[in-house]
């Protein structure tokens, strides 16, 4: 069954995990993806986790620096629907491929970028690292840890909110396009992401007060949620939710074994050194039990509960609900053999997605992708550029 | 990008009714109500459960049209029937089987819209062992190992939530994708679908870099120090006289540049690094070592404190460039939140509606669908429809 994005075709020029990631979403919902990289390769392409983001395509090289580079990519983009890049603003423009200059030929061709900041800001000329925008959008202040000062964010924070950025607004133009015949300029930033998942604790309201604000305000130590995290036997982990959507059967006090307060009072109004006490004995009791055993009979009495695992245990154990997903899959890798990754996240029933095969070789499709778009054998060479 | 006209978004005459509550199920539509589509929140007459909890509740409504109605009577599941015939899209957060109970599941809405494009949000997925939980956030950040990186707790530490809530947020983003896949499809073929997406799905793909091989070994993959400061004395945190500066030298110059500038011999052992950088950034402050690091070429960042977000929300280029929404609420005021998060050239969009009372459209959306007002007087007093009046209170 073809995909939804059947016969849409994308040039991915970007590096790094907003572009890549965020068209790997398309991909894998049937869009004919090709990566055009450097001669060389993408310098990203180090980085091993990079197998994953960029699979589901063909790879060429172009030399976009020499004439014949951009003569044969401007007859290649004429076959594309979409267009992804990730430099900083003025990058494209300066290599002759800019907006203005191709989509003035391509009117149908949708253009979507996504640099680190938005042109016009005050920080478009700065290098653009997910850490940087983590630090300069105040992600990392905001994030509270074990000590004052700011923390740095092991999931790249404001790549990962881009990575749903791109694909959206790829989707929205090409669906605009349908209707207008025209194609656009889609511009998002990394500083967008960032500020995507400021959304339950970023704003400004007028006439909030404190408890307003304290309900989600950060605090030391970290708040309601970090809360539940419970240490049991083996210095294991276990993160239990403070609701599960189901009635639960038995109390976690009930499983602990740990003697509530009375039912006529409220935990929350208790005094403060006796909340702390029944916070402690509940501890204390997390930390007499083995932690699969806790997991299976807070489950069975309806109590929803998560082991605070690694992701590469997830996909190794696996995790059953991951997997009854169809989220861990077995994809083959030319280089290092078979690799247990991440499936496809978005379900559709009409027109299912797949993963279209493996992270491609620098430039694997070079003379099957140019002799299509009319370059001669012989010139392939001088577009593609050295290795 | 600096045009400040507003047009109507690229998704203009497009409509989604939005049976969600909480966030995992409206953040979506609001982010789809930002690229221009008519979004209509079909609210509970009692409010959405997330309303008391305030800023996120607020988070994840501007944008919408809302109508209060129960549902659960004929004349209110009518009603929603009578919108999804109107629309082309329904969005949803509901747990499994909720839908079906309501008869609002694809089914039904297939046979009131035969080419409706249905999207469920679940907190664990559509089959499988936990399928019938629903859960929050911090369930996801734990079974996809994020809170176990972001506390380092492979050095001994404690695992670190994120306060970001950014799986629930994952769950409606790939919603957004998915819906908007399914419309383009749509658009080409007319026929519509059925699609799903899950909290748990969100958090795996925020650990995608994640592969083991068969044998259960896996892929090196960077992680964080004890201090979490860093992945690498190259590309980490450093604390200054005054705050903090993040580096971030990963071309080779980079590194040798970050140590000549700090006066520590470039050929040093790099896993050993650490103690001799910081001792040198804590000489002086943020805004001088940055603006040395500046001149010679390495990445860097001083790293602001937000204030909550207030200095990002009145920060001038955030404001220009449309990054920044503010609106007027009739109770709460002044609302500012982040603005755009796409913009479009042609088709250009700025969010400018406020988070909706309970059945703020109420009266509109009625009229619309051809109900008097005496019927909806009517509507009101037998409780399956309601609308802000004198007595509508501190109700947000």
Known sequence: MAGALDGIRILDLSWGIAGPLGVLLLAEQGADVIKVEPPGGDPFRMYDGYKVWTRSRRSVTCDLKSEAGVAAFRKLAATADVLVESFRPGVMDRLGVGYDSLGADLPRLVYCSVPAYPPGHRLAHRPGYDALVQASSGQQWEQPGWRPGPIFLHMPMPSMGSIFLVPSGVLAALISRERTGRGQHVSTSLLQGAFLYTTQIWQHIEKANAAFHELMGKSYPPGVHQGMIFECADHEFVHVSVMSGLAPKKTMDEILGVTPPPADQLEGLLPLQQQVLMNDRRRDAFKERKREELVDEFQANNIAVESVITMEEALTRPHPQLDANGMVVTVDDPDLGPLIQVGVPINLFGTPGEIRGPQPRVGEHNVEVWSEVGVDAGDVAAVAGGA | ?396
């Open chain 2, 1 to 396: 990008m600096t045009d400040q006209t507003n047009g109507t978004g690229p998704l203009a005459g497009l409509r989604l009714i939005d049976f969600g509550q909480y966030l995992a199920g409206p953040f979506g539509p609001m982010i789809l109500a930002d690229l221009g589509m008519d979004v209509i929140k079909v609210e509970p007459v009692t409010g959405d459960g997330m309303r008391m909890a305030g800023k996120p509740f607020f988070g994840c409504q501007r944008g919408k049209r809302d109508i209060a109605l129960n549902a659960k009577t004929p004349a209110g599941h009518e009603l929603a029937l009578e919108l999804v015939r109107r629309a082309d899209a329904v969005h949803h957060n509901m747990t499994k089987g909720t839908a079906a109970k309501l008869g609002l599941d694809y089914e039904a809405c297939k046979a009131a819209k035969p080419d409706i494009v249905y999207c469920n949000t679940y907190a664990y997925g559509l089959k499988g062992p936990l399928s019938h939980f629903g859960g929050l956030d911090p369930l996801y950040q734990a079974a996809t190992g994020l809170e176990y990186e972001a506390g380092a707790t492979q050095h001994g530490n404690d695992p670190l939530y994120y306060r970001f809530g950014m799986c629930d947020a994952a769950n409606a983003m790939l919603s957004v994708v998915g819906v908007l896949a399914a419309l383009l499809h749509h658009e080409r073929t007319g026929e519509g679908q059925e699609l799903w997406t899950s909290l748990l799905d969100g958090g795996a793909v925020f650990a995608s870099d994640a592969m083991v091989k068969p044998d259960g070994t896996p892929v090196p993959r960077p992680r964080l120090d004890k201090a979490t400061t860093g992945i690498d004395p190259g590309y980490r945190l450093y604390e200054t006289q005054d705050g903090w500066v993040q580096v971030a030298a990963v071309k080779p110059d980079h590194w040798d540049a970050l140590c000549t500038t700090l006066r520590v011999d470039p050929s040093i052992d790099r896993t050993t690094a650490d103690a001799q950088l910081e001792m040198r950034f804590r000489t002086r402050t943020a805004v001088s070592w940055s603006y040395h690091l500046d001149d010679a070429g390495v990445p860097n960042e001083i790293v602001v404190d937000p204030k909550g977000g207030d200095l990002a929300l009145f920060d001038a280029d955030n404001d220009r460039l449309g990054l920044v929404a503010d609106y007027e609420h009739p109770i709460m005021g002044a609302i500012r939140q982040f603005g755009s998060t796409i913009d479009f050239s042609e088709t250009p969009f700025r969010p400018n509606r406020p988070p909706p009372r309970i059945g703020e459209d109420t009266k509109e959306i009625l009229a619309w669908l051809g109900v008097g007002e005496a019927r909806m007087t009517e509507l009101k007093d037998e409780g399956v429809v309601t609308w802000p009046d004198e007595s509508y209170a501190a109700a947000w």
